[in-house]
């Protein structure tokens, strides 16, 4: 089944005794533009759903300052409503941002004063001047490229669990898809997962990435004050049968009967099923665990974190893993299981 989204609206977080602001942050500064007097907007960009979360006025070009708050570090669009003036990406952090002094020729380039706008300002330009020299014919296009690796890679290994590293390694498409791949996997489970990286590796990458063969790729998700990972189970020297499914999910639900199945016939023999719920409500999921009657553990609330990572568009999507770490086979249904599993447990068994 396609995937879904809930038709409950998440809660507004309107009363400030109920919001845990993460840090206090400004933005001055004039934006270059000395005719403009009106509001720019902070578009969150690191969501699926880019949203506004918060508002500057500028008077005549310049930025009336004034603290704002934020839940968590973003990449941002700061933006008129009519996009004719428009800065990105803007990190959203703790401190004073400052915009660049001088009118924006270059909008890619505009912030400093914190630690990860500057790192960037700094990057931009040495990437920058690399394209104007290529631009200008005075290095080939390859000397651009090697340069630009040379300047990326250590950049993107130190913020590996940042923003600034999954930005820069979304930047690096023009290297090719295998070198592209190869930033991704420089940056932390957590980063490959946020939406900036998934958005521009698309889910035939991930795919890829994940394909037979592969090792797996562990996540991690918090449910009730405990996290819970995919590696408590799989690389520990088991077959693991992973089944990646909703409690609103029909074929999901008929899918059960014969995980449960492969869990009688071999749990004793070494193999561990393990259910992922995605993009599900936690009591629903357990309401479902209970009418199903599934015997086998589960990792409850990954929403979109797991199936993102694995590529997954639709469930059921069943993965069998090896106890060697690597994805054994994937999107497994109905008799599949049972030939699969067979395949491997009788015939050891006969040995």
């Given amino acids: 089944m396609k995937r879904r989204y809930p038709m409950l609206l998440m809660l507004v977080f309107g009363l400030t005794t109920s919001v845990a602001w993460g840090f206090r942050y400004c933005i001055e500064g004039n934006v270059g533009t000395p005719d403009f007097t009106g509001w720019l907007y902070i578009q969150d960009q690191t969501d699926k759903e880019p949203k506004t979360v918060d508002s ?18 973003l990449i941002a669009l700061l933006h008129s409503r009519d996009i004719s003036i428009q800065f990105h990406p803007l990190f959203i952090e703790e401190g004073t941002i400052r915009m660049v002094e001088a009118p924006m020729t270059q909008r890619r380039g505009a912030f400093m004063g914190t630690t990860l706008n500057d790192e960037w300002l700094r990057y931009y330009h040495r990437a920058d001047s690399l394209g104007r020299a290529f631009d200008e014919g005075r290095i080939s296009k390859a000397e651009a490229f090697r340069s630009l690796d040379s300047i990326s890679e250590p950049l ?16 690096m498409e023009e290297l090719g898809t295998d070198r592209l791949l190869q930033y991704v996997e420089m940056l932390s489970s957590r980063m490959q997962s946020n939406h900036i990286v998934y958005e521009t590796v698309g889910s035939p990458l991930v795919a890829r990435k994940t394909a037979e063969g592969q090792r797996f790729i562990d996540f991690e998700v918090e449910y009730e004050g405990q996290r819970h990972r995919l590696s408590d189970y799989v690389g520990r020297g088991q077959y693991v049968l992973v089944d990646f499914w909703a409690s609103w999910c029909g074929p999901c639900r008929m899918e059960i009967p014969n995980l449960i199945q492969a869990y009688e ?7 561990v099923v393990l259910g992922i719920a995605a993009w599900d409500n936690p009591v629903n999921t357990l309401k479902a665990i ?4 599934i015997p086998y553990p ?3 609330k990954t929403q979109s974190v797991a199936t993102d990572i694995y590529g997954i568009s639709g469930i059921p999507h069943i993965i069998l893993f090896s106890p060697d770490d690597t994805v054994l086979a994937r999107a497994l249904r109905g008799p599949d299981i049972q030939s699969k599993l067979s395949g491997i447990f009788e015939s050891a068994a006969s040995e």
């Fill in 265 to 271: 016939r071999y749990h004793d023999k070494g193999l």
């Fill in 290 to 293: 209970a009418d199903l009657h």
């Fill in 56 to 73: 500057l006025w500028v008077e005549a070009g310049e930025i009336q300052p004034r603290e704002l708050k934020a839940r968590k570090p």
């Fill in 298 to 300: 589960q990792i409850l």
């Fill in 156 to 171: 993107v290994r130190r913020h590996r669990d940042d923003l600034l590293g999954a930005y820069v390694a979304s930047t």
